[in-house]
């Protein structure tokens, strides 16, 4: 089994697990890394991550596909965790949902979530009132059908995220939503919501007929009193700490800034940034350069080449 199919097969049978998938956003390959040296179970390429860090843009459609699967593949290559990526609406119409779903696949990655917003969309974050705008369910529904054909691997997973609740449409619509897109082909669901008291949620959980028989994923970035067990008792089985280490890079990269604009020398910064050894541990330099520096001994005929 070769490396994508092994982080598929984790995915998929975490999702059908007791415990959660707990799913942490990486904006870039040492953010990724830094992910893996802890007992999460899985890295969440976050379209919003990925468009303040590695482009300075907002995130509204602004970053193409190529772009995004670019920055989930050097994610992908830093971690043994399975990755799965934020696609948005899958870049455009049918026919770049469906290239999505085949890129990212070829690529290794281990899923991704394709939301409902029409092109451009608008982040669900965004406070006050934004225009907002969503596909009408049965073609959201016609695409997921189609990117699902197009599915080289059946271990490859696709999250359908239903924006009902963050366009104000109510949990009827995200009732109706949720049935439309599994009986297309979705393999999980993710059901997105402002409301801090999970009321909204509460109302979904219970009126959704499909409960409990198709994974669902929570992203409590705007209810983060819930803890992930509490949510998995509620019914979700994978929770995604959407953005946290980026907006914790932002504020730790100001301060420091702040400190050296300040100061003006690095001294007075020391005490608040990860030292040099730490960062070469990282990336494993020293073992990198051994491996250079190793003497070639030539196999004896039969053998087969060592380095000392």
């Excluded at 999702?15 to 179970?41: C, E, K, Q």
């Excluded at 990925?50 to 670019?70: G, I, Q, R, W, Y």
């Excluded at 696709?158 to 979705?186: F, K, N, Q, T």
Aim: hydrophobic fraction near 45%; charge should be negative; glycine fraction near 8%.
């Amino acid at each position: 089994m070769n490396r994508a199919a092994v982080k598929r097969s984790r995915l998929r049978a975490g999702l059908n697990a007791p415990d959660p998938v707990v799913a942490v956003g990486a904006h870039d390959a040492m953010s990724a890394r830094l992910i893996d040296s802890y007992a999460f179970d899985a890295v969440w390429v976050s379209g919003f991550g990925v468009s303040t860090m590695a482009h300075a843009l907002p995130d509204l459609n602004l970053v193409t596909m190529t772009e995004a699967l670019a920055a989930a593949v050097r994610i992908d290559a830093a971690t043994e965790l399975p990755v799965v990526a934020d696609c948005d609406n899958g870049f455009g119409g049918l026919n770049n949902v469906v290239r999505t779903i085949r890129e990212y696949e070829r690529a290794g990655i281990a899923g991704v979530c394709i939301e409902d917003n029409l092109f451009p969309k608008r982040n669900s974050l965004l406070a006050g009132t934004v225009k907002r705008e969503l596909l009408a369910p049965l073609e959201q529904a016609r695409r997921i059908d189609a990117a699902k054909a197009a599915q080289e691997t059946e271990e490859f997973v696709l999250i359908a995220r239903i924006e009902s609740l963050i366009a104000g449409h109510g949990v009827d619509d995200a009732c109706a939503r949720a049935d439309a897109y599994v009986s297309a082909g979705a393999d999980a669901i993710l059901i997105h919501s402002k409301d801090k008291t999970l009321q909204e949620i509460e109302g979904f959980l219970a009126g959704w007929q499909g409960l409990g028989s198709v994974p669902l994923v929570a992203v409590p970035t705007l209810f983060p009193s819930f803890s992930a067990d509490e949510l998995r008792a509620k019914g979700f089985n994978m929770v995604i700490f959407a953005n946290q280490p980026m907006r914790a890079a932002v504020r730790a990269m100001e301060e420091t800034l702040e400190t050296l604009a300040k100061a003006r020398k690095l001294e007075a910064a020391e005490g608040q940034i990860a030292g040099l050894e730490h960062i070469f541990e990282l990336v494993k330099t020293r073992q990198a350069i051994e491996a250079e520096d190793a003497e070639y001994t030539r196999p004896a005929e039969g053998g087969s080449a060592s380095r000392a």
